[in-house]
């Protein structure tokens, strides 16, 4: 794949600028008319003039498809052009959830709580209203107790192609202790009978709309909190 086919490249970067979601390079070849792996070869060409130019945004590939996203380096100005960014921020009350469903899902609330040493009702409610967490089924030796995992828009807004690209653990434990204490809390939770949904993180999932993409990827340190008033939401 060259700059020489400009129109098979036009339309690509049409369609993706268009869409908010990632797009399949499948669903990409129907609708140009195209040979998938022309397709994919034209997107990897893309995501490379845009790295080497410099440009203000990026082409990546995240969640099965591929989408633009805003250059990571220009995220300080884009939060202050976007107003509605702080009232849509996650508190750090819901960052340690997600951390906890996203590292040993499917998990339970019980099992969040055990983790965090909180009640994390409000809080996996608020991520459920945010399309980062959805209900994956039942752990029938917890009293049929909904089990809980992340979603597409997870993988999407933390710009992830699949889970095993989540960082490990130990990178986010301040200490050795601490890193064992985590570890000890989550195989505690090991053993249980689950009754799991199977399409989990393959259906269509409302998101953040906008705020997240102005995240980097899985980057859980770098968040800020809510107002005060949100420490358990």
């Known amino acids: 794949m060259t700059r020489e086919n400009a129109a098979l490249l036009g339309a690509i970067e049409a369609l993706l600028f268009v869409s908010d979601e990632p797009v399949t390079p499948s669903?990409?070849?129907r609708i140009v008319e195209a040979e998938q792996g022309e397709i994919t070869a034209a997107l990897k060409l893309l995501a490379q003039e845009y790295a080497s130019d410099e440009r203000g945004f990026?082409?990546?590939?995240?969640?099965?498809?591929?989408?633009?996203?805003?250059?990571?380096?220009?995220?300080?100005?884009?939060?202050?052009?976007?107003?509605?960014?702080?009232?849509?921020?996650?508190?750090?009350?819901?960052?340690?959830?997600l951390a906890v469903i996203a590292y040993?899902?499917?998990?339970?609330?019980?099992?969040?709580?055990?983790?965090r040493g909180v009640n994390s009702e409000a809080v996996i409610s608020s991520l459920i209203e945010k399309g980062l967490v959805r209900e994956t089924g039942r752990d029938r030796?917890?009293?049929?107790?909904?089990?809980?995992?992340?979603t597409r828009t997870f993988l999407e807004r933390f710009g992830l192609k699949d889970l095993a690209e989540l960082p490990p653990l130990e990178e986010f434990a301040p200490d050795p202790e601490t890193e064992r204490a985590i570890r000890e809390r989550l195989?505690?939770?090991?053993?249980?009978?689950?009754?799991?949904?199977?399409?989990?993180?393959?259906?269509?999932?409302?998101?953040?709309?906008?705020?997240?993409?102005?995240?980097?990827?899985?980057?859980?340190?770098?968040?800020?909190?809510?107002?005060p008033d949100d420490d358990e939401r």
Do not use: F
Request: net charge negative.
């Open 187 to 227: 195989n505690a939770l090991e053993g249980s009978t689950l009754d799991i949904d199977e399409d989990v993180d393959t259906e269509d999932d409302e998101g953040l709309e906008d705020d997240d993409d102005l995240d980097g990827a899985h980057d859980w340190q770098k968040a800020e909190h809510d107002d």
């Open 104 to 115: 040993h899902q499917p998990v339970t609330r019980q099992g969040v709580n055990a983790v």
């Open 58 to 97: 990026q082409l990546r590939e995240v969640a099965g498809g591929w989408r633009l996203y805003t250059h990571p380096a220009y995220h300080q100005q884009i939060e202050e052009y976007v107003l509605s960014w702080d009232t849509r921020r996650l508190s750090q009350a819901a960052l340690e959830a």
């Open 27 to 29: 669903r990409l070849a």
């Open 141 to 150: 030796n917890a009293g049929n107790a909904i089990l809980y995992g992340t």
